[in-house]
């Protein structure tokens, strides 16, 4: 089975600086895309940032220039550094991958539980 795991999120003030953290664990014998998506108390999901392995990235408008998504494909785990953080980047931010596994037939995508990232005026 497959596993990912968020972590880094804090209570931060306006104009500071998290770096989240999501690692895959499991039977794995690759991924492609790996993303960011965030939730707000009474919005729906929506993606953040993605990267693929050759090391492209994309962002939603919002956060380009502040967020940068990276990561380390020999420890299976992506990374999203935001910058100038605003109260609005408020949320739950939930790591995405598209993996498969050892001696799979196709891909499955697969969710982390979420970390808990809080920005106050």
Do not use: H
Not at 16 to 29: F, M, N, T, V
Not at 37 to 64: C, F, H, L, M
Not at 65 to 75: H, L, P
């Amino acid at each position: 089975q497959v596993q990912l795991m968020e972590s880094g999120g804090d209570l931060v003030q306006a104009g500071g600086s998290l770096r989240l953290s999501c690692a895959a664990s499991g039977s794995i014998y690759s991924i492609n895309v790996m993303a960011w998506y965030r939730q707000a108390p009474g919005k729906q999901r929506e993606w953040v940032a993605s990267i693929i392995s050759g090391g492209s990235t994309n962002y939603t408008d919002s956060v380009k220039g502040r967020f940068t998504i990276s990561r380390d494909n020999a420890k299976n785990t992506v990374y999203l550094q935001m910058n100038s953080l605003k109260p609005e980047d408020t949320a739950v931010y939930y790591c995405n991958a598209n993996i498969l596994r050892r001696y799979g037939y196709y891909a499955n995508n697969y969710w982390g539980q979420g970390t808990q990232v809080t920005v106050s005026s």
